[in-house]
């Protein structure tokens, strides 16, 4: 597993991410023991990450970024960088020249970051 996996390098191997009710999910079944120690770490990188850059730039912690590189145009997390699908609202195939967004890992850490400042989600 790379140092710092990407939400598509998790995806690969077997962690599920998808959106239930409206609420973000993650599920973790299919993953071996490795990946789920990988995603763990990961998030917990990338809060800690989040909760700094939102505290030394003074801004909220969805508007932090984990890179100095301005975002991406198309296909990347517009707050990692890391490679993004796309897909249109019914879900079938990728959509072409649509922003990247936010990818799922980033979700979860700027949520954990919300919940460890005292939001309740």
Not at 82 to 99: K, M, W
Request: charged letters at 30%.
């Amino acid at each position: 597993m790379d140092e710092y996996p990407t939400a598509a390098d998790l995806t690969a191997r077997g962690v599920l991410f998808f959106y239930k009710e409206g609420q973000p999910r993650v599920k973790l079944d299919a993953a071996d023991a490795a990946t789920r120690a990988a995603f763990a770490a990961e998030v917990a990188r990338r809060t800690d990450l989040f909760d700094t850059q939102s505290r030394a730039r003074g801004v909220p912690v969805h508007h932090a970024r984990l890179t100095d590189a301005p975002p991406p145009r198309h296909g990347a997390c517009e707050c990692c960088g890391d490679p993004l699908l796309v897909y249109r609202r019914d879900g079938r195939a990728p959509c072409e020249g649509a922003r990247g967004g936010t990818c799922m890992l980033c979700v979860a850490a700027i949520r954990a970051v919300l919940r460890r400042r005292g939001a309740r989600l």
